[in-house]
């Protein structure tokens, strides 16, 4: 069977070092980054099914982020996650990923991967 | 020491909730990193339950993560308290030092969001200053907050303090200083009125990149 591949960017490396683990076991093909260089650099060498990005990361907002990946993949999925808990983010997130691609710290595990596997059958 | 006016007042409220927003986003991350730990334990638990075999060493990792995580939080906790407690006194006697670190605790995810790192550099002997607290925090948030959109070449920026006679003067160095727009900036919103209120004033420091807040030892009036 094929594994959906998942890019996952925040830079916060414990959450995202821990998140690629727990998808993996859940059979994800999960890579991830700390930054938004590192996550280009990523995306430049492997195609991906879903990026799962932080709403925002040192010197860039996801959602700048998100389009400078889509000029490298334009097919590429993506899932904004976030911390903040206004109205405004939520209103930034919601619009540029869609309400129901928007997930709030602490992820439910299972719920994200849902998610991604949704977005990836899509696809295919 | 003056009044404070009431809009300045407003302002003041603004950058009590931003700093609250920013603590509890800070924490919120903290959470988020215990909670994949422990949903990883619990998910290398069913594994070992399933499959036999846990990987000791994986488990102590996390448990170090965890108790590194538990630590963070507790440092923001204490800053959260201590930047809450600036509002008790309208004036006290204080280390500028340690008021300067938590300022600078503070503001770290506002100049991590700009790429930028801040250093607090120790004065060497200790310097006391009789003033409000929270205007004056509220005064080097607001200077910070400037740096972060006018940062030098190295992105990083260095606060430094001394005392001569009975005039303090905090050094902010690491920001386009020299550009048009950057004072203009530093003097926007509730600039005046903070620096009537502490008596301060502020100039472009003796070399490039460099400003400087002149604060008296103590408040005008008192």
Redesign the interface.
Known sequence: MKHVRVLLVDDEEDLVVTLAERLAIRGFDADWAVTADSALELLRGKTYDVAVLDVKLPGISGLELKNHMAEIDSGLNFIFMTGHGSQEDFMAGSAAAGESNYLWKPVDIDALAQKIKRMANRDN | MPAFPQTAGWGGLKFFGRIS?SI??EL??A???V???A??LE?LAL?ADSKGGLDIERVKA?SA?IG??VKRADNIIRNMNKFAHTVDFEIKTFDLQEYLELTAAVSARLL????MTLKVIPAGQQVSLTTSPFFLLYLIWHLLDCCSQWPGPEKSLDVSFSRDGGVISICFKGCMTQEPGFMTQVMDGDSQALLTLLGANIAPGTRPHEMEVHIPETPPGV
Do not use: F, M, P, V
């Open positions: 927003a509890s986003h919120k991350n959470l988020s990193i909670n994949e730990n949903g990883l998910d594994l996390l993560s590194r995580q991590a969001a700009k790429s």
